[in-house]
């Protein structure tokens, strides 16, 4: 590993909602000292999951502890059918039993599952308690750790039931993301490329030069990460409950929310890997629509092969459902209005816009033609 870096802060403006990010390496050594102010009381509740415990609980704990902060630990399975009612209430009801209070902190250490159900608890439990995010994949610190978006998943479809809840403080160690496999790292690349291409193209082009040593340069993987997180940042602030701008941070979500619906939110797909399908698609289906050159769609086909990820619908291990049935899928989507389907579309690479005027046939073309 080269390049270290001091950690970095982005400032989240939400008024009385306000709140940093801290990302760099080593911050869960650091949390006691970080978390600290936030206490009424040095005592807190943490969530955790099975594979993260192992990893990283034992640092977390005592790091806290040698700021005099006491901790209890509830630990769910690991993977996304952790998103569920039962874990929720089994959460919530914990949390009940640990007496945490309006005043005290809940946190939620590990990935995107753990991040979306544990601000989800907080935010209805007491009607609401503060809680902070230490999000330990890539996907999580890029994205769902930031802007307030908490849920848990139905089986009508990806989300579909949460709250708007910000976090009082966001850790994203970026030194834990070396404990992911090859293939959760590049999931969760999935969420940085979508940045560049929604709405910064010189970020774009920066990763198209830098992004395959991110795995192994500190520096890189800093700036990756915070300048996702300052353009996340930028939207939520102007944005924060999706009225408009927002949206856009759902490039390849309706793509890609289907086709994990298609493949039982297992690990045949994650979630990252369906954005990065879904991106793809976007701009395919954008150039065929005549809003974009067919240079656009072609480097991000390009930049997500030279990167190792899958681009395409034949990518996806296992049959999948046929055409009409993925596009039904779609249509069980948050971003679905007044019964249209609504796409992330662009004019180019960083120029994405919301539209809900995509013809049927088209769509289908352009999943006949990834398959």
Not at 119 to 127: N, Q, S, T, V
Not at 129 to 155: M, W, Y
Request: overall charge negative; proline content about 4%.
């Amino acid at each position: 590993m080269t390049s270290q870096a001091n950690p970095v802060t982005v400032h989240v403006p939400l008024g009385d909602r306000a709140y940093d990010v801290r990302i760099g390496p080593g911050l869960i050594d650091r949390a006691g000292t970080e978390i600290a102010p936030l206490l009424h009381r040095s005592r807190l509740a943490i969530v955790t999951d099975d594979t993260v415990a192992r990893l990283h609980l034992p640092r977390l704990q005592a790091a806290l502890l040698a700021e005099g902060i006491q901790s209890e630990a509830l630990v769910l399975p690991a993977g996304e059918a952790t998103k569920s009612w039962p874990h929720m209430t089994r959460t919530v009801e914990w949390l009940l039993e640990q007496r945490i209070e309006r005043r005290d902190v809940v946190v939620a250490l590990g990935g995107g599952v753990i991040g979306d159900l544990v601000g989800f608890a907080a935010a209805i439990l007491r009607r609401g308690v503060r809680f902070v995010q230490i999000p330990t994949t890539l996907l999580a610190q890029v994205d769902s750790s930031v802007g307030g978006k908490t849920g848990i998943n139905s089986p009508h479809g990806k989300n579909l039931i949460g709250a708007f809840h910000q976090p009082s403080l966001v850790l994203a160690d970026i030194a834990v993301l070396d404990t992911l496999s090859p293939r959760d790292f590049l999931a969760g690349y999935g969420e940085v490329a979508k940045y560049g291409l929604l709405g910064d193209a010189d970020f774009f082009e920066w990763l198209e030069e830098n992004a395959p040593r991110l795995r192994d340069d500190m520096a890189l993987r800093q700036h990756a990460v915070a300048h996702s997180v300052a353009m996340k940042a930028g939207i939520v602030t102007r944005d924060e409950t999706e009225q408009g701008e927002r949206a856009l941070l759902n490039l390849g979500h309706t793509f890609g929310h289907a086709l994990e619906s298609a493949t039982g939110y297992s690990d045949r797909l994650l979630h990252g890997e369906g954005v990065a399908i879904g991106c793809a698609l976007a701009f395919d289906l954008s150039a065929r629509m005549g809003l974009c050159s067919q240079e656009a769609p072609s480097r991000v086909l390009a930049h997500l092969r030279d990167m190792g990820m899958p681009a395409a619908l034949r990518d996806v291990p296992g049959a999948l459902p046929d055409d009409a049935a993925l596009i039904a899928l779609m249509g069980q989507d948050k971003k679905v209005v007044d019964g249209r389907l609504r796409f992330v579309l662009a004019r180019g690479i960083g120029e994405a816009f919301v539209s809900d005027d995509v013809q049927t046939g088209m769509l289908a073309a352009v999943l006949r033609d990834a398959r």
